[in-house]
């Protein structure tokens, strides 16, 4: 059975950090690209980051560049968003997700991706 179960999101003032946890079960990171994407209310879903189980490579929105981490753990099956500096614009529910594309065309197509997290909620206050 695949499985993604989101962690880490909260509460917190501006300027703030958090660290999100995407723990993954049921498929291998080496054959998928892991994002996270992030949902605020009223608001379409925006690809926030990518990163390729294969080689390592990451791909960032623009809005959260050098403010945003992604990295992976493929031995623990493991995805993580370090997020810096939050601003009250990146509150929403960040879901992690697995798909096939290459690291931009995941970033930029959420309905591609094959499987998805339940979310969890971020927000950050002004």
């Known amino acids: 059975e695949v499985q993604l179960v989101e962690s880490g999101g909260g509460l917190v003032q501006a300027g703030g950090s958090l660290r999100l946890s995407c723990a993954a079960s049921?498929?291998?990171?080496?054959?998928?690209?892991m994002c996270w994407f992030r949902q605020a209310p009223g608001k379409e879903r925006e690809g926030v980051s990518c990163?390729?189980?294969?080689?390592?490579?990451?791909v960032y929105a623009f809005s959260v560049m050098g403010r945003f981490t992604i990295s992976i753990d493929n031995a623990k099956n493991m995805v993580y968003l370090q997020m810096n500096s939050l601003k009250p614009e990146d509150t929403a529910v960040y879901y992690c997700?697995?798909?096939?594309?290459?690291?931009?065309?995941?970033?930029?197509?959420?309905?591609?991706?094959?499987?998805w997290g339940q979310g969890t909620q971020v927000t950050v206050s002004s």
């Open positions: 049921g498929f291998s990171f080496d054959d998928y690209t």
């Open positions: 990163v390729s189980g294969n080689d390592g490579n990451v």
């Open positions: 997700a697995a798909s096939k594309l290459g690291i931009a065309l995941a970033l930029g197509t959420d309905i591609s991706s094959n499987y």
